[in-house]
T-cell receptor, first 112, second 113 residues
Protein backbone atom coordinates (compact mmCIF):
# COMPACT_ATOMS: atom_id res chain seq x y z
CA UNK A 1 0.00 0.00 0.00
CA UNK A 2 1.28 3.43 -0.92
CA UNK A 3 2.31 5.43 2.11
CA UNK A 4 3.68 8.90 2.80
CA UNK A 5 4.84 9.74 6.32
CA UNK A 6 5.74 13.22 7.49
CA UNK A 7 7.59 14.24 10.61
CA UNK A 8 7.35 15.95 12.92
CA UNK A 9 3.57 16.21 13.14
CA UNK A 10 3.90 19.69 14.56
CA UNK A 11 6.50 22.11 15.80
CA UNK A 12 6.74 25.57 17.24
CA UNK A 13 9.73 27.80 16.52
CA UNK A 14 10.66 31.44 16.95
CA UNK A 15 11.08 33.91 14.15
CA UNK A 16 14.50 33.62 12.60
CA UNK A 17 14.91 29.93 13.34
CA UNK A 18 15.63 27.38 10.64
CA UNK A 19 13.35 24.36 10.36
CA UNK A 20 13.61 21.05 8.54
CA UNK A 21 10.51 19.08 7.67
CA UNK A 22 10.77 15.44 6.72
CA UNK A 23 8.85 13.26 4.31
CA UNK A 24 9.41 9.58 3.70
CA UNK A 25 7.48 7.47 1.25
CA UNK A 26 6.79 3.98 0.06
CA UNK A 27 5.01 3.92 -3.26
CA UNK A 28 5.04 1.79 -6.33
CA UNK A 29 5.71 3.48 -9.63
CA UNK A 30 7.01 6.71 -8.14
CA UNK A 31 6.77 9.67 -10.47
CA UNK A 32 7.44 12.78 -8.38
CA UNK A 33 7.27 14.23 -4.88
CA UNK A 34 5.56 17.51 -4.18
CA UNK A 35 5.42 19.95 -1.30
CA UNK A 36 2.39 22.13 -0.63
CA UNK A 37 1.67 24.86 1.91
CA UNK A 38 -1.81 25.05 3.40
CA UNK A 39 -3.03 28.05 5.36
CA UNK A 40 -6.62 27.35 6.45
CA UNK A 41 -7.68 26.98 2.85
CA UNK A 42 -6.67 25.09 -0.25
CA UNK A 43 -3.09 23.78 -0.55
CA UNK A 44 -0.75 25.88 -2.66
CA UNK A 45 2.09 24.34 -4.60
CA UNK A 46 5.70 24.85 -3.44
CA UNK A 47 8.01 22.36 -5.16
CA UNK A 48 8.03 19.33 -7.36
CA UNK A 49 11.00 16.97 -7.14
CA UNK A 50 11.73 14.18 -9.55
CA UNK A 51 15.50 13.66 -9.39
CA UNK A 52 17.72 12.79 -6.45
CA UNK A 53 20.21 15.28 -5.13
CA UNK A 54 18.99 18.32 -7.04
CA UNK A 55 17.94 21.07 -4.68
CA UNK A 56 14.93 23.17 -5.52
CA UNK A 57 15.01 26.64 -4.03
CA UNK A 58 12.54 29.47 -3.73
CA UNK A 59 13.54 32.34 -1.49
CA UNK A 60 13.98 31.01 2.02
CA UNK A 61 12.52 27.62 1.16
CA UNK A 62 14.46 24.74 -0.33
CA UNK A 63 13.87 21.06 -0.81
CA UNK A 64 15.77 17.99 -1.89
CA UNK A 65 14.87 14.42 -2.73
CA UNK A 66 16.72 11.17 -2.04
CA UNK A 67 15.22 8.46 -4.22
CA UNK A 68 17.54 5.79 -2.84
CA UNK A 69 16.53 6.34 0.77
CA UNK A 70 12.98 7.36 -0.23
CA UNK A 71 12.72 10.66 1.56
CA UNK A 72 12.65 14.37 1.05
CA UNK A 73 13.27 17.36 3.29
CA UNK A 74 11.88 20.86 3.17
CA UNK A 75 14.04 23.55 4.74
CA UNK A 76 12.85 26.97 5.76
CA UNK A 77 15.51 29.45 6.85
CA UNK A 78 14.98 32.70 8.78
CA UNK A 79 11.38 31.74 9.51
CA UNK A 80 8.67 34.40 9.67
CA UNK A 81 5.22 34.33 11.23
CA UNK A 82 3.81 34.14 7.71
CA UNK A 83 5.41 30.72 7.37
CA UNK A 84 2.96 29.35 9.92
CA UNK A 85 0.93 26.75 8.05
CA UNK A 86 0.48 23.07 7.45
CA UNK A 87 3.10 21.71 5.07
CA UNK A 88 1.95 18.78 3.02
CA UNK A 89 4.11 16.27 1.23
CA UNK A 90 2.56 14.30 -1.61
CA UNK A 91 3.81 11.65 -3.95
CA UNK A 92 2.61 11.34 -7.48
CA UNK A 93 2.26 7.63 -8.13
CA UNK A 94 1.19 5.98 -11.32
CA UNK A 95 -1.66 4.13 -9.68
CA UNK A 96 -4.66 6.40 -9.56
CA UNK A 97 -4.16 8.07 -12.88
CA UNK A 98 -1.10 9.91 -11.63
CA UNK A 99 -2.98 11.36 -8.70
CA UNK A 100 -1.44 12.33 -5.41
CA UNK A 101 -0.93 10.36 -2.21
CA UNK A 102 -0.60 12.80 0.67
CA UNK A 103 1.11 12.63 4.01
CA UNK A 104 -0.69 13.82 7.14
CA UNK A 105 1.18 17.11 7.11
CA UNK A 106 3.41 19.01 9.50
CA UNK A 107 1.85 21.89 11.42
CA UNK A 108 4.38 24.69 11.74
CA UNK A 109 3.82 27.61 14.06
CA UNK A 110 6.28 30.49 14.05
CA UNK A 111 6.12 32.70 17.11
CA UNK A 112 7.16 36.34 16.99
CA UNK B 1 -10.57 32.91 -14.77
CA UNK B 2 -12.37 31.92 -11.59
CA UNK B 3 -10.16 28.85 -11.25
CA UNK B 4 -11.69 25.98 -9.27
CA UNK B 5 -14.90 26.82 -7.45
CA UNK B 6 -16.73 24.73 -4.90
CA UNK B 7 -20.16 25.07 -3.36
CA UNK B 8 -21.29 25.12 -0.66
CA UNK B 9 -18.51 26.28 1.66
CA UNK B 10 -20.19 24.76 4.70
CA UNK B 11 -22.89 22.13 5.10
CA UNK B 12 -24.48 20.29 7.99
CA UNK B 13 -26.39 17.09 7.27
CA UNK B 14 -28.25 14.54 9.31
CA UNK B 15 -27.32 10.89 9.02
CA UNK B 16 -29.01 9.36 6.00
CA UNK B 17 -29.51 12.58 4.08
CA UNK B 18 -28.13 12.96 0.60
CA UNK B 19 -26.42 15.89 -1.02
CA UNK B 20 -24.17 16.92 -3.85
CA UNK B 21 -20.98 18.91 -3.50
CA UNK B 22 -20.42 21.01 -6.58
CA UNK B 23 -17.07 21.60 -8.27
CA UNK B 24 -16.44 23.59 -11.41
CA UNK B 25 -13.37 24.85 -13.23
CA UNK B 26 -13.04 27.23 -16.15
CA UNK B 27 -9.49 26.37 -17.19
CA UNK B 28 -10.43 23.61 -19.64
CA UNK B 29 -8.61 21.06 -17.48
CA UNK B 30 -9.05 17.42 -18.36
CA UNK B 31 -8.15 16.01 -14.95
CA UNK B 32 -10.38 16.60 -11.96
CA UNK B 33 -10.35 14.91 -8.60
CA UNK B 34 -11.95 14.93 -5.17
CA UNK B 35 -10.05 14.64 -1.89
CA UNK B 36 -11.15 14.57 1.69
CA UNK B 37 -8.99 15.94 4.46
CA UNK B 38 -9.27 14.63 8.00
CA UNK B 39 -7.15 15.64 11.00
CA UNK B 40 -3.94 13.64 11.16
CA UNK B 41 -4.59 11.89 7.86
CA UNK B 42 -3.73 14.38 5.15
CA UNK B 43 -5.69 14.45 1.93
CA UNK B 44 -7.06 11.20 0.55
CA UNK B 45 -8.24 10.70 -3.00
CA UNK B 46 -11.93 9.79 -3.31
CA UNK B 47 -12.62 9.77 -7.06
CA UNK B 48 -10.99 11.22 -10.11
CA UNK B 49 -11.72 11.84 -13.75
CA UNK B 50 -9.35 12.00 -16.69
CA UNK B 51 -11.90 13.63 -18.97
CA UNK B 52 -15.59 14.08 -19.66
CA UNK B 53 -17.43 10.80 -19.41
CA UNK B 54 -14.58 9.01 -17.61
CA UNK B 55 -14.37 8.53 -13.86
CA UNK B 56 -12.55 6.13 -11.59
CA UNK B 57 -12.15 5.32 -7.92
CA UNK B 58 -9.40 6.61 -5.74
CA UNK B 59 -8.24 5.50 -2.33
CA UNK B 60 -11.49 5.99 -0.35
CA UNK B 61 -14.46 5.82 -2.76
CA UNK B 62 -17.05 4.07 -0.60
CA UNK B 63 -20.15 6.16 0.07
CA UNK B 64 -19.49 8.57 -2.76
CA UNK B 65 -20.52 8.79 -6.40
CA UNK B 66 -19.26 11.07 -9.14
CA UNK B 67 -20.07 11.86 -12.73
CA UNK B 68 -18.37 13.97 -15.38
CA UNK B 69 -20.86 14.96 -18.03
CA UNK B 70 -18.91 18.08 -19.01
CA UNK B 71 -15.27 19.13 -18.86
CA UNK B 72 -16.13 21.94 -16.46
CA UNK B 73 -18.12 20.16 -13.75
CA UNK B 74 -17.32 17.30 -11.42
CA UNK B 75 -19.98 16.90 -8.70
CA UNK B 76 -19.52 14.59 -5.73
CA UNK B 77 -22.64 12.89 -4.39
CA UNK B 78 -23.22 11.49 -0.93
CA UNK B 79 -26.19 9.15 -1.25
CA UNK B 80 -26.72 8.47 2.45
CA UNK B 81 -24.51 10.60 4.66
CA UNK B 82 -22.77 9.04 7.65
CA UNK B 83 -20.91 10.71 10.54
CA UNK B 84 -17.68 9.15 9.20
CA UNK B 85 -18.03 11.44 6.19
CA UNK B 86 -17.58 14.53 8.32
CA UNK B 87 -14.55 16.11 6.71
CA UNK B 88 -13.25 18.92 4.55
CA UNK B 89 -13.61 18.15 0.87
CA UNK B 90 -11.31 19.59 -1.79
CA UNK B 91 -11.81 19.46 -5.50
CA UNK B 92 -8.75 19.81 -7.72
CA UNK B 93 -8.07 20.08 -11.42
CA UNK B 94 -5.07 19.99 -13.67
CA UNK B 95 -4.35 20.10 -17.35
CA UNK B 96 -2.75 16.69 -17.64
CA UNK B 97 -2.81 15.23 -14.15
CA UNK B 98 0.61 16.53 -13.22
CA UNK B 99 0.99 17.35 -9.55
CA UNK B 100 2.69 20.68 -10.01
CA UNK B 101 -0.15 22.08 -12.09
CA UNK B 102 -2.92 20.86 -9.83
CA UNK B 103 -5.24 23.64 -8.70
CA UNK B 104 -7.31 23.17 -5.57
CA UNK B 105 -10.71 24.66 -4.85
CA UNK B 106 -11.37 26.46 -1.55
CA UNK B 107 -12.93 23.41 0.08
CA UNK B 108 -16.30 22.41 1.55
CA UNK B 109 -16.55 21.73 5.27
CA UNK B 110 -19.15 19.02 5.81
CA UNK B 111 -20.53 17.92 9.16
CA UNK B 112 -22.79 14.90 9.43
CA UNK B 113 -24.72 14.63 12.69
Amino acid sequence: EDKVVQSPLSLVVHEGDTVTLNCSYEVTNFRSLLWYKQEKKAPTFLFMLTSSGIEKKSGRLSSILDKKELFSILNITATQTGDSAVYLCAVEAVKYGNKLVFGAGTILRVKS
Amino acid sequence: NAGVTQTPKFQVLKTGQSMTLQCAQDMNHEYMSWYRQDPGMGLRLIHYSVGAGITDQGEVPNGYNVSRSTTEDFPLRLLSAAPSQTSVYFCASSLQGDGDTQYFGPGTRLTVL
